[in-house]
């Protein structure tokens, strides 16, 4: 058995709210847009990653997902998120911090989602 990607599908309830996070502050770029559409979906991408971005109002109530971004260059990623878009740095974890498990990790988010930027 032999997996390529794992990709996640983010549900808001405006989809515009999810371009200002990964388009705008992350740097991802649409590759598929069915924005304008009476169900508005669109495909991101960046560095071989992906993200499928959708507007439902049910389902966006229902899922509020986390996961992480891995680097190799956390401080670079830091310095151009809190410059750009500070109102996405997670309180909670607003600035690079050395974690127990040896990872450096800051965190930011939405009114959707959470992402966790890691290096190791």
């Not at 990964?22 to 304008?36: A, M, P, Q, R």
Request: proline letters at 5%; a negative charge.
């Amino acid at each position: 058995m032999n997996f390529e990607k794992l990709i996640p599908n983010v549900y808001y309830v405006n989809i515009i709210n999810g371009l200002k996070f990964f388009y705008d502050c992350l740097g991802f770029t649409i590759v598929h847009n069915e924005i304008k559409s009476s169900e508005p979906f669109c495909v991101l991408e960046k560095d071989g990653l992906q993200i499928y971005l959708f507007e439902n109002v049910k389902l966006a109530k229902e899922h509020n997902p986390e996961f992480r971004l891995v680097t190799k260059n956390i401080d670079e990623v830091y310095g151009k998120v809190s410059n750009s878009h500070p109102e996405f740095l997670h309180p909670n974890l607003q600035k690079i911090t050395l974690r127990p498990w040896g990872a450096k990790e800051f965190a930011l988010r939405d009114e959707q989602v959470c992402v966790i930027i890691q290096e190791w």
